[in-house]
C-alpha cells in the first residue's frame, strides 16, 4: 500500500480548530512555503494525561526536550525535526496543525488494526466500528500500550470494540477468538492518514488480515460494540458502497490491499 500524499491530516477533526489550509503543492516540507502559519494546538486531554506529572499518564510532556528516551523511539518511517523548534516532522509533510492536537506523543504513535473477513453471501465482508469521535466506520483497531506486543493489541482492541458480547455467550465468544486470532497475515506497516496528525505528531499502525473459515464466518454474527465503539457489523468490501469508500483514515486502502483491490 502506498500512500502518496496525506488528506484527512489535512481535513477537519470535530475536536480541533480549523487547520491552516495546505494545497496539494504545499504539503511537503522541502516545497517553500512562506505564508505557511499553522494553527497551534495540543488538547486538554493530552495535557491533562502528562506522564511527567500523572503516574497513569499517557502523553509526553509538553516540553519535547525533557524527553529522554527519544534514541530508543521506534519508527516505522525516516524522519527529519525542525530545525528551529527540534519537533519531529510529520513525514508526509505539512498538516496546518503544530504540536500534538489530540495524540499523546511527539512524533510516531503506534496503533494495530485487525482486519478480520469472512464471506457471506459470496461476498466478501470485513468487521467494521462506528466510533465514538467521528461517527465513521472503522477497523476495530487501537492503540498499542506500553510493554504490549502487536499481536496482543489486535485481539484486545476487536474482543474490546467488537465483542462486548453477552455474559451466556462470552465461553462461545473466547473460543472463537482464540481460533481467529490464531493464524493472521501481515498486510502493512508504516503511516496512517488520521484526521488527528500534525505536523508534529502523527499515527502509524501494523495492520494484521485474519480469516475467517466458512463455520467460524457462520459463527461470528454475535458481535456487540464496546468501549470507543457505538456500533459494530459486518461491511461488504464494496467498493460502490459509501460506507465502504468513507472508512476511517487510510483504512480503506487497507482493506483494498488486503482484497488485491486498487
Ligand atoms: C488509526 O487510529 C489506526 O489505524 C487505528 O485504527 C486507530 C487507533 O486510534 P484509536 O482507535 O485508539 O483512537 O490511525
Redesign the pocket.
Known sequence: MSIKTHVKSRGNHPAYPPRFYVPDDKVNFDIEYDEYNPVKFTHKVVLDNDNTIKSNGWADPQKYESLTDLATRFSYLSYACDPKTKLPLNPFGRTGMIERGLLGKWGPNH?A?PIVSRKHNNKQQIVVIKRKDTGEW??P???VDPGETITQTLKREFEEEAGNVKPEEKNNFNILMEKLFANGKKIYSGY?D?PRNTDNAW?E?VAVHFECDDELGEKLNFLRAGD?AVDVKWLDVDQTNDEYNKLY?S?RELVNTTFGLT
Do not use: Q, S
Open positions: 496503533a488494526d472503522a477497523l483497531g487501537g492503540m496512517v488520521d499515527m499502525t470507543d483514515a483504512h
